[in-house]
Nanobody, 123 residues
Framework: VQLQASGGGLAQAGDSLRLSCEASIRNSNTYSVGWLRQALGKEREFVAAVDWTGRYTHYADSVKGRFTISRDNAENRVYLQMNSLMPEDTAVYYC?????????????????WGQGTQVTVSS
């Protein structure tokens, strides 16, 4: 399993960014992919996840209605569209993969992690 996130950068409050995760996963139909983030001085936290089919998704309350996760299996990519960005969204964002899918918000099931991409939102 190899994951590589990209698309971070600087934004102002209210702006949009789209993160992309290139996910090379053998037997990918057994894995779901999530986006997780870690702000400076804080613990890593769950943001959003999508199952193998792209049909099932769930989000942290803090991003619900603003962020959208999607996947394109033909391109081996998972995206995180982030709208209405707020300064508190500033963090390093990681894509990660786990076996199976369930609607929980724990980060512990994610066994495979890519390198992070920095998102900085100014007010």
């Amino acid at each position: 399993v190899q994951l590589q996130a990209s698309g971070g950068g600087l934004a102002q409050a209210g702006d949009s960014l789209r993160l992309s995760c290139e996910a090379s996963i053998r037997n990918s139909n057994t894995y779901s992919v999530g986006w997780l983030r870690q702000a400076l001085g804080k613990e890593r936290e769950f943001v959003a996840a999508v199952d193998w089919t792209g049909r099932y998704t769930h989000y942290a309350d803090s991003v619900k209605g603003r962020f959208t996760i999607s996947r394109d299996n033909a391109e081996n990519r998972v995206y995180l569209q982030m709208n209405s960005l707020m300064p508190e969204d500033t963090a390093v964002y990681y894509c990660a993969a786990r076996i199976g899918y369930s609607k929980n918000y724990s980060i512990s099931p994610y066994r495979y992690w890519g390198q992070g991409t920095q998102v900085t939102v100014s007010s």
